[in-house]
């Protein structure tokens, strides 16, 4: 998963995670933003929340970090994203 995970903050924390996730995907599939195919997508919960977004191939998410302006339209609203690589952390056990 080295290299191939994005974190997306900035969506509106009122959404429900399932429909963000949704809106997530939809934005990072299409290949005018960058984007490419999808593995997963986590929403964590939190305030603001975040996402981790992990494509098929690092060089998808090498596209996504290039891209100066995400912006995720809902309706009528427009929320600018941060999108930032996901260093994963490693467990003392994977040392």
Do not use: W
């Not at 996730?21 to 195919?37: C, P, V």
């Amino acid at each position: 998963m080295a290299g191939r995970t994005v974190r997306v903050h900035g969506f509106p924390a009122e959404l429900p995670p399932d429909r963000a996730a949704d809106k997530l995907t939809i934005h990072f599939l299409r290949s005018r933003n960058g984007g490419g195919d999808i593995a997963e997508v986590r929403v964590l919960p939190g305030s603001p929340p975040c996402a981790l977004i992990t494509f098929e191939a690092s060089e998808v998410a090498q596209r996504i970090l290039k891209v100066k302006n995400h912006v995720l339209a809902i309706g009528r609203t427009r929320y600018p994203l941060e999108v930032t690589l996901h260093a994963a952390e490693l467990s003392p056990d994977e040392v």
